[in-house]
């Protein structure tokens, strides 16, 4: 299909994850396929035997004022400074756009709980006294996203969106719709999310540490989402195009092969499909797609509710230009998303 | 493109669950009637803080509503979302009509279970093991996909999460989700409830006022929070007529940006509020002119309300002191994930009832806020069209076009 100026694509992208920061680490890791996951200090969980994918490598410091960083929650680290890579990347410079056509809609799932649990410890183990105000204004799960467009003046359309292991997804459908609305002409999205102790004690409590809740990860995968008319105007390098983004909200179970084609509608045929949440073990998706070649991210650096972000930059990093992608994520509780991904430009290119 | 712009959005069900009406004709009393449901609190110990008020739900029993054993596995949240929610669909009747793949549910979240994690914290660290059944509700996007599984909504589930502003921005997009022709029908809303981290944290930050909140009068001293539940089933109104739904209101179009300004105060200017008021009217192809009432975000806090007068004045010009600037939180409390949606709630309720709510608690008039904000009691209005503002922690701005049926 050709290209045409109000098709959607992306400029940009940016990424930190146990694989370091950068995209060139992500972009290694990626082909190494090697696993990244480390063992969790047992003084956490009081056992051995789990893994995390720390985004150990990343350090506030190298990127701001260590006072400046304080004000932070970890998210938030995250998300201003992965908006700065992806801006740099699609060669936006500051001010060089206006600032209310440029949004950020971002996945988020975690965000917030590690400022939230740090508060009320403080309560509980202080009362009123223990309360540290300065940590409040983070823990509400917007705060990265926020945070991102105060230090990068992001005027426009400004949404976190959560759910399940598709919050990445999730943000990524809102944020074409609002270019496809002329909301914007950028929008910066994909996912950004933390692993923390108190949120691993709560898995182990729940038992989920050995099925959902093992080898979580942590970092941002952002992608800047751009109008290809814009692209064009400003001599941007177009990463990949944007096809359809499908998605059901949960399988009925009286109509199950329905919602499986609405994902996937048949004939249906990607050369690469990169995996994300819980997509590998969903065997009725991937049995359409049995000669793809597959990509699951989430082995190697981890699973977050918002992980998908890094499972897309991952994707298009690797596709070759026309070459056509799909992104696959679900949960188990739902949603299921299926995004259609197109190398390079094939017009431009 | 497909747009809100090409399709009417029709909204053809309605359901609520707060302190101010545990149903719609409840809450529409109480609405009319301009009654309080600010009060004391005691779901959690709060004699530790300044203020020990707020909009609880009471006399509320899970088991009124759901078996003992859907009762234990429900957050409180997500009782009241599924009620809530429950109402709405009764009420438009689309899960007849429609395929569960053309249904879906767009929420706002907040705190969430937020009430129940941190009794099983609390206990943790009291070196207690605490019931791992209080953590199921932690993470906000619990409740919509409980909602989804539970009247089989299979199109589409999703959480919007910024903070005040979450579930108007989540009926804004709720109505692109039927106007792109994605779905049939979206029930959207939000559902929230009272916490000990939020109670505790905007009484920490001095933003608590320990009478009930009076929106935009002299010597108000902020927030008073609350909780509740509201959702609206969103269709195309040529499908909705089709069926023979009853139609309640229209959502026209909304503004959704961020302010880029701070992370809790507003920008002073009111330029940054103006801003997202005027994207909201664009997109409804409306002219200020025709708006009769403004159902403000209001909540109360010294800033805020002056603020938002300045972008009324920014918005409406000249015509600004004619244009009623009402706030509802004086009824309903603050309720954080949910207010957007049970202030839009009180818009389309009023605009159907032909009247403009009053601002409750009035305490004298403040210079800063010289405008006309109904607080001497509601009045009747042949008024078509009212906005509805939600302003967020973050910056994040979302106003809402909604219009009588």
Redesign the interface.
């Known amino acids: 299909m050709t290209p045409a100026r109000?098709d959607i694509v992306i400029t940009g992208l940016a990424a930190i994850s146990a694989a370091g920061v950068g995209t060139a680490s992500l972009h290694d890791a990626i082909k190494r396929a090697e696993s990244l996951l480390q063992p969790i200090p047992e003084d956490i969980l009081g056992e051995s035997g789990h893994f995390w994918g720390k985004a150990a490598a990343f350090r506030a410091a190298d990127f701001m004022p260590p006072l400046k960083a304080r004000k932070f929650d970890r998210c938030s680290l995250f998300a201003v400074v992965a908006a700065g890579m992806a801006l740099k990347d699609a060669a936006i410079a500051p001010g060089s756009l206006d600032?209310?056509r440029i949004?950020?809609v971002l996945g988020?799932?975690?965000g917030g709980?590690a400022n939230?649990?740090e508060?009320?410890?403080g309560?509980?183990?202080a009362?009123?006294e223990g309360?540290?105000?300065m940590l409040?204004?983070?823990?509400?799960?917007?705060?990265s996203?926020?945070?991102a467009?105060?230090e990068?003046?992001?005027?426009?359309?400004?949404?976190?969106?959560?759910?399940?292991f598709c919050?990445a997804e999730?943000a990524f459908l809102?944020a074409k719709?609002?270019l496809?609305?002329?909301?914007a002409d950028v929008i910066l999205t994909g996912g950004v999310d933390e692993v923390f102790p108190?949120m691993l004690?709560?898995f182990k409590?729940?038992?989920q540490l050995r099925s959902f809740g093992s080898g979580f990860g942590e970092g941002a995968g952002l992608l800047v989402l751009e109008k290809r008319g814009h692209a064009l105007h400003r001599n941007a390098r177009i990463l990949a195009r944007v096809g359809g983004v499908r998605?059901?909200?949960?399988?009925?179970h009286e109509?199950y092969q329905?919602?499986v084609d609405?994902l996937l509608p048949e004939p249906f045929s990607a050369e690469l499909v990169s995996l994300s949440g819980t997509a590998a073990l969903d065997h009725s998706l991937l049995d359409r797609l049995p000669a793809t070649s597959r990509l699951d991210s989430g082995r190697i650096l981890g699973r977050s509710?918002a992980m998908g972000g890094l499972a897309m930059a991952s994707l298009v990093l690797m596709l070759k230009p026309a070459e056509t992608g799909l992104h696959l994520a679900s949960s188990p509780?739902?949603?299921y998303y299926a995004i259609d991904l197109y190398g390079g430009d094939p017009v431009q290119s | 493109?497909?747009?809100?712009k090409g399709k009417r959005i029709a909204i053809t069900g309605l359901g609520i669950f707060s302190a101010a009406g545990k149903d719609v004709p409840a809450f529409t009393r109480a609405l009319l009637a301009g009654e309080s449901a600010i009060g004391p609190v005691d779901l959690f110990d709060v004699a530790?803080?300044p203020s020990g008020i707020g909009a609880q739900v009471r006399c509320f029993d899970p088991l009124a509503y759901f078996s003992r054993r859907d009762a234990g596995k429900l957050s409180r949240v997500d009782q009241f979302g599924i009620i809530a929610a429950g109402e709405a669909l009764r009420d438009s009747g689309v899960t007849q009509h429609h395929?569960?793949?053309d249904i879906?549910?767009s929420m706002g979240?907040g705190a969430s279970g937020?009430l129940q994690?941190?009794q099983?914290?609390?206990q943790?660290?009291?070196g207690r093991?605490?019931s791992?059944s209080l953590?199921?509700g932690?993470?906000?996007?619990r409740t919509?996909?409980t909602i989804?599984?539970r009247y089989?909504?299979?199109?589409?589930?999703?959480?919007?999460?910024?903070?005040c502003s979450s579930s108007a921005?989540s009926i804004g997009?709720g109505a692109?989700l039927v106007a792109?022709g994605r779905l049939k029908a979206v029930l959207c809303g939000g559902s929230d409830c009272l916490s000990?981290?939020t109670f505790?944290?905007?009484?920490?930050?001095k933003v608590v006022d320990p009478a009930p909140c009076s929106p935009f009068s002299l010597g108000r001293q902020g927030i008073s929070l609350g909780e509740g539940a509201a959702f609206m089933v969103m269709e195309d109104e040529g499908e909705a007529r089709r069926r023979g739904a009853a139609i309640h209101g229209y959502i026209l179009g909304y503004g959704?940006?961020?302010?880029?300004?701070?992370?809790?105060a507003p920008d002073p200017t009111g330029g940054?509020a103006a801003?997202v008021m005027r994207q909201a009217l664009e997109r409804a192809a409306i002219p200020a002119e025709a708006v009769g009432w403004v159902n403000a975000h209001g909540t109360g806090t010294p800033l805020n309300d002056m603020v938002e007068s300045k972008a009324m004045k920014l918005v409406f010009g000249d015509r600004a002191p004619l244009v009623p600037l009402v706030s509802t939180k004086g009824l309903t409390g603050h309720c954080l994930g949910a207010a957007g949606a049970v202030e839009a709630m009180a818009t389309v309720l009023s605009l159907k009832q032909g009247i403009i709510p009053q601002t409750l608690n009035f305490r004298g008039a403040d210079p800063d806020c010289d405008l006309d904000y109904c607080h001497r009691g509601a009045r009747s209005s042949d008024a078509t069209l009212a906005l509805s503002n939600s302003f967020?922690?973050?910056?994040?701005t979302t106003c809402l076009v909604l219009e009588k049926g």
């Open positions: 109000n600032a209310a949004g950020i988020c799932g975690l709980l939230a649990e508060f009320l410890r309560y509980f183990t009362g009123s309360l540290v105000p409040f204004p983070n823990i509400v799960p917007n705060a996203a926020s945070n467009s105060i990068h003046g992001l005027k426009g359309p400004n949404v976190t969106v959560i759910q399940r919050s999730s809102m719709r609002f496809e609305e002329d909301r108190a004690k709560s409590a729940m038992g998605t059901i909200g949960r399988f009925f109509a329905a919602g609405r509710l509780e739902g949603p | 493109m497909d747009s809100i530790p803080f395929c569960p793949y879906g549910v979240a937020m994690s941190e099983w914290l609390k943790s660290l009291a093991r605490g791992p953590l199921r932690v993470l906000p996007d919509a996909t989804a599984q089989d909504l299979c199109g589409y589930q999703g959480s919007i999460t910024t903070a921005s997009w692109d792109t000990l981290l505790s944290g905007f009484n920490s930050l959704v940006a961020g302010e880029a300004y701070h992370m809790t940054e801003r967020a922690f973050g910056g994040n």
